[in-house]
T-cell receptor
Framework: SQQGEEDPQALSIQEGENATMNCSYKTSINNLQWYRQNSGRGLVHLILIRSNEREKHSGRLRVTLDTSKKSSSLLITASRAADTASYFCATESFDRGSTLGRLYFGRGTQLTVWP | KAGVTQTPRYLIKTRGQQVTLSCSPI?????VSWYQQTPGQGLQFLFEYFSETQRNKGNFPGRFSGRQFSNSRSEMNVSTLELGDSALYLC?????????????FGSGTRLTVV
């Protein structure tokens, strides 16, 4: 399976602290994306990093990608209670013929930020 | 612009029944992908439609089917419902079915089979 795996499964922190989530995957990828999901609702796209990029920033988010280790990390700085959600990494494979319109998702990290 | 609209938001069905879920993509988007999300299996890809054609299919039984109309709206159908079909069903809209122009997800349909 190409499905990624997030680590940790659950993370609980105080407001103001940084939250780091990791993702590992198994195959060559075009890109890796991070999504957020609030309480069983839809997925919201956070950030995309391409296979030839090593780091990307968006506001309080920082994503790194290490293709040699097939891993990525998502850092949320200065966390807020409103950041409480599940976070998923998703990959899009190089093998376009079999992966059109398809993302491979990890199992997610449940982040809880306490006020 | 309007987002991705999934209807209905919630649905309760009995085992053995069938159900149809609807997804209206962002205007101009031609690709619609469907996913099933359960606590046990996570997010699983069902299928993808582009310009009324199914281009990709996940590993689900034939009870799961879909279609796409000329206006890009898509429906998925599950026949002979089983308890294990209880899940959140999400659709994702994109311009061409890849990440170059991004995927936008709907809020999902929560299906409960009793």
């Amino acid at each position: 399976s190409q499905q990624g795996e997030e680590d940790p499964q659950a993370l609980s922190i105080q407001e103001g602290e940084n939250a780091t989530m990791n993702c590992s995957y198994k195959t060559s990828i075009n890109n890796l994306q991070w999504y957020r999901q609030n309480s069983g609702r839809g997925l919201v796209h956070l950030i995309l990093i391409r296979s030839n990029e090593r780091e990307k920033h968006s506001g309080r988010l920082r994503v790194t990608l290490d293709t040699s280790k097939k891993s990525s990390s998502l850092l949320i700085t200065a966390s807020r209670a409103a950041d409480t959600a599940s976070y998923f990494c998703a990959t899009e494979s190089f093998d376009r013929g079999s992966t059109l319109g398809r993302l491979y998702f990890g199992r997610g990290t449940q982040l809880t930020v306490w006020p | 612009k309007a987002g991705v609209t999934q209807t209905p938001r919630y649905l309760i069905k009995t085992r053995g029944q069938q159900v149809t879920l609807s997804c209206s993509p962002i205007s101009g988007h031609r690709s619609v992908s469907w996913y099933q999300q359960t606590p046990g299996q996570g997010l699983q890809f069902l299928f993808e439609y582009f310009s009324e054609t199914q281009r990709n299919k996940g590993n689900f039984p034939g009870r799961f089917s879909g279609r796409q109309f000329s206006n890009s709206r898509s429906e998925m159908n599950v026949s002979t419902l089983e308890l294990g079909d209880s899940a959140l069903y999400l659709c994702a809209s994109s311009l061409q079915g890849d990440s170059n122009y991004g995927y936008t997800f709907g809020s999902g349909t929560r299906l409960t089979v009793v």
